[in-house]
């Protein structure tokens, strides 16, 4: 049986409309994470993006541009976890322009496959991202996309771009998403509002995940290089932003021996530690000329 207590605490006064849920579950079993678009966890990351975060698609005729992009921390750990990028330019014929949604390897995002008209003529698949109102839930049992989305994306005069625009113009909407740390999903969402007025433009409000039952830290000095879970029991992962051609992990006892070693391979790696005793080791990552030490703890 499972009981929850909500209380909801409007904050419309302040800069944004935030509702607090808080809730006490009594159940016989284990309940799979979840998290309701909008509403933040007394134990969840919440983080206001003050002030509200403008990226704007700069379509001039012949003129090209570069975009915009704003990274965002999901979990507050000073790694960045994924970046909207606004794209525009120009060219003879047209221009073209959008916004996507770039997740790193560890985060995907609530969408699905949207079929769309293209130019010149036809019909092109991509996946849009899920557009989500104030109370819609997001959890395991949602379709997610491991690999960039999209919230709108026109074409004049390229050929292989759709022509999608769900998110303009509709206010304030949330994007889902859910994060791998160690064996936990983490879910979390993202407040937007998109619309048009001259160049398309997105606005970044807030975003909210919970907070796992494991970890993900990033070695000391060095928030491109994420090691998980933490603490681990048998297998740890090793996963480096930019990856050398040539890196290897090692685990040392506390005496400097090395106890285990793997090579790098891509820009992660997966070490069994189950014949390793419990307790407190090194952990050095080699990534080219670079070697990173960090603490590792083995329950």
Request: charged residues 15%; proline residues 5%; hydrophobic residues 40%.
């Amino acid at each position: 049986m499972r009981y929850r207590i909500d209380l909801l605490l409007d904050r419309r006064d302040l800069r944004r409309q935030v509702l607090l849920l808080v809730h006490v579950v009594f159940a016989q079993a284990s309940v799979g994470q979840s998290i309701v678009a909008g509403m933040v966890g007394i134990d969840d990351h919440y983080v206001d993006v003050a002030p509200d975060t403008l990226l704007s698609e700069l379509n001039v005729h012949l003129t090209p541009y570069p975009g915009e992009q704003f990274q965002i921390d999901l979990d507050s750990d000073g790694v960045y976890d994924a970046r909207f990028v606004t794209f525009g330019g120009g060219g003879l014929g047209g221009g073209t322009g959008g916004c996507m949604l770039q997740p790193e390897p560890w985060v995907s995002i609530m969408a699905h496959p949207d079929t769309s008209n293209g130019c010149c003529p036809g019909q092109y698949i991509a996946p849009l991202a899920d557009t989500l109102r104030t109370g819609d839930t997001i959890s395991a049992a949602d379709s997610f996309i491991q690999d960039q989305v999209y919230l709108w994306s026109e074409s004049y005069g390229w050929a292989a771009a759709p022509i999608i625009n769900d998110w303009l113009g509709i206010g304030e909407h949330f994007i889902g998403l859910g994060m791998l740390v160690g064996m936990d999903t983490l879910y979390g969402w993202i407040r937007v509002n998109a619309y048009e007025q001259g160049p398309r433009t997105v606005i970044v409000m807030d975003h909210a995940i919970n907070q796992g039952t494991v970890s993900i830290r990033p070695i000391d000095g060095a928030p491109e290089v994420r090691v998980f879970p933490v603490p681990v029991a048998d297998l740890v992962t090793v996963h480096v932003a930019t990856a050398s051609s040539t890196g290897s992990v090692r685990v040392l006892d506390l005496h400097s021996r090395t106890v285990l070693r793997a090579p790098m391979i891509g820009s992660r790696t997966t070490i069994d530690l189950s014949g390793l005793e419990a307790g407190a080791y090194f952990l050095s990552v080699q990534n080219g000329e670079r070697t990173l030490v960090g603490r590792l703890i083995k329950e």
